[in-house]
């Protein structure tokens, strides 16, 4: 059984190497123990599981994941990677997080798993610029994600009183890094004023508390919004990696 390649997920280079999973695992588990007892007549512990047991659940994890990968299910496959990896850490496997995590927009993991890439793998000249590549394109992405909040308005709509002292309170607060009152001020300002740059803070500081569905809706209700936004790219492409992260 062979590792998920490349050439599998999408375009660009191959690791270097394919290795088989059973080999691998058979390889991480050789000096384990296969069952533990409590000592001195005391209730038996559960028993771990054997090797051929940690072997069938390695490979269902890393079946599942490639099925889940080729039907476009991002979080399914990266879950049953990640279960691989954890009973049987490889390069190949380190590959495969990498293109999973970059495909999701997820910056800061996909750019961990090619950095271990990198550092694990005998490459080629060429196959380490590539991925260096991949990582400087995945560093601007972070550099975007970490983008603050909009602290102007540029829209016509003017902002009330009551408004205007929920935004200003709401921008400070964000600046804190006390995300969840940030975001109660940005949604009371919202219901004051309806301007749509309040859609897009709220958006960011959604993803800010792990929340890709409220960020999705924020961020297409900016654009709704505002249609010819001069953001309309970057955040087009944070829809789609907010996108890729939902079930």
């Known amino acids: 059984m062979k590792l998920l390649t490349e050439r ?7 690791p270097a190497t394919t290795t088989s999973l059973a080999l691998i695992v058979q390889l991480a588990l050789a000096c384990s123990p296969v069952w533990a ?10 028993p771990k599981p054997t090797h051929d047991e940690e072997l069938r659940h390695a490979k269902q994890c890393f079946a599942a994941a490639r099925t889940a990968y080729a ?10 990677f990640t279960c691989a990896f954890e009973l049987a850490p490889s390069p190949e496997l380190e590959w495969n997080l990498a293109r999973v995590y970059e495909r999701m927009g997820d910056a800061n993991q996909g750019i961990r798993f090619y950095l271990l ?3 694990s793998s005998a490459l080629k000249a060429e196959e380490r610029v590539s991925i260096e590549r991949r990582v400087a394109a995945l560093e601007e992405l972070r550099d975007r994600q970490r983008q603050q909040v909009k602290g102007q308005l540029p829209s016509e709509r003017e902002l009330g009183s009551e408004a205007r002292a929920f935004f200003d309170r709401g921008v400070k607060l964000y600046h804190r890094g006390n995300y969840v009152a940030a975001l109660v001020a940005f949604a009371a300002a919202l219901r004051a ?4 740059e309040l859609h897009y803070n709220l958006a960011v500081a959604s993803e800010r508390l792990h929340k890709p569905s409220d960020a999705l809706d924020h961020f297409r209700a900016y654009l709704a919004a505002k249609p ?7 955040v087009e492409t944070r829809i789609a990696a907010l996108r890729a992260q939902l079930p």
Not at 193 to 196: D, N
């Open 8 to 14: 599998a997920v999408g375009s660009g280079h191959a």
């Open 37 to 46: 007892y409590a000592q001195d007549g005391a209730q038996a512990a559960q």
């Open 71 to 80: 039907a476009g299910k991002l979080a399914e496959a990266r879950d049953g």
């Open 117 to 119: 890439y990198l550092d």
């Open 193 to 196: 004023s309806g301007a749509p």
């Open 228 to 234: 010819d936004a001069d953001d309309k790219a970057d």
